[in-house]
């Protein structure tokens, strides 16, 4: 397992772009498959988006028009970003890496972003 | 795009054995595996179950895993206080590529 540790703002105005980034500590960011994970309040998890160090991703098709995922191997760190955001996308937002046997073995902590003006 | 159904509460007295299942719409859970999150308040989620049936280091033997067909179930055997919270099955869907999760299941040890 390695150390994931997201951060980000924790307010974003609506029609605005949530940025988050997580930083990966104890292991390689080029061994894992890296997601973006969010609950809303009150509801359960939602898969966003994967990513590998090589560029190899996919998206959630609910939110694929919305979302960029990018891995940076030089500072261990990986990024969502999710354009035109409403009340809806109020949630707290992880970070989770799979090794490529298709479930999350590291977990961050979370961190809750609010959508609201 | 596949659907995970699990019941949206279970509950039991610290002793008890509680089972959670999991069911799915098509036939990712037959062909792939289902593995098992915990969510505790204030904690990070964690690996509970990979695999259908295996048990991640650290994880105490009470939770056990199992799959048959397109179903799935986690069970909890000597419940205890510490063992509430909110437990979501997942799979993965070949046909799109993307992770699956059920809606959970909030334990309440009573």
């Known amino acids: 397992q390695v150390q994931l540790q997201e951060s980000g703002p924790g307010l974003v105005k609506p029609s605005e772009t949530l940025s988050l980034t997580c930083n990966v500590s104890?292991?390689?960011?080029?061994?894992?498959?890296w997601s973006w994970i969010r609950q809303p309040p009150g509801k359960g998890l939602e898969w966003i988006a994967y990513?590998?160090?090589?560029?190899?991703?996919n998206y959630n098709p609910s939110l694929k028009s919305r979302v960029t995922m990018s891995v940076d191997t030089s500072t261990s760190q990986f990024s969502l970003k999710m354009t035109s955001v409403t009340a809806a996308d109020t949630a707290i937002y992880y970070c989770a890496g799979d090794l490529g046997a298709s479930y999350f073995d590291s977990w961050g902590l979370g961190t809750l972003v609010t959508v609201s003006s | 795009q596949s659907v995970l159904t699990q019941p949206p509460s279970a509950s039991g007295t610290p002793g008890q054995r509680v089972t959670i299942s999991c069911s799915e719409s098509s036939s990712n859970i037959g062909s792939n595996s289902v593995n098992w999150y915990q969510l505790l308040p204030g904690k990070a989620p964690k690996l509970l179950i990979f695999n259908n049936n295996q048990r991640p280091s650290g994880v105490p033997d009470r939770f056990s895993g199992s799959k048959s067909g397109t179903s799935a179930s986690l069970a909890i055997s000597g419940l205890q206080s510490e063992d509430e919270g909110d437990y979501y099955c997942s799979t993965w869907d070949d046909s799109l590529n993307i992770y699956i999760f059920a809606a959970g299941t909030k334990v309440t040890v009573l």
């Open positions: 104890g292991g390689s960011i080029t061994a894992y498959y």
């Open positions: 990513m590998s160090y090589s560029g190899s991703s």
